[in-house]
């Protein structure tokens, strides 16, 4: 079947070049990048798997609240942790 398809002039001298290359047809080398291209977009995604990153430790050998918790992570950092308002919901 005939049809008509605008390339870019750049892509299409880069095929071209790659079909003389191969010796094969421009009409080859788009078929097959065609074939390639419906394949890949037909292929289910894999879902993203997040890598187990945890720590096989102890844990916390305590358990802190928030507070505690909140002035260990900014000791030695200056400042205020806590907002203006003295908001401490975290």
Partial sequence: MKTTVEIADGLLQEAKAVAHEQKITLRELVEDG????????????KPFKLKDGSY??????KDFTWPELRDIIYEGH???????DGDDRG
Avoid at 56 to 61: F, H, I, L, N
Wanted: charged content about 30%; glycine content about 16%; overall charge positive.
């Fill in 34 to 45: 065609l074939r390639l291209a419906l394949e890949q977009k037909r292929k289910p995604k």
């Fill in 78 to 84: 200056g400042g205020n942790p806590l907002p203006p």
């Fill in 56 to 61: 096989r430790g102890q844990g916390m050998v």
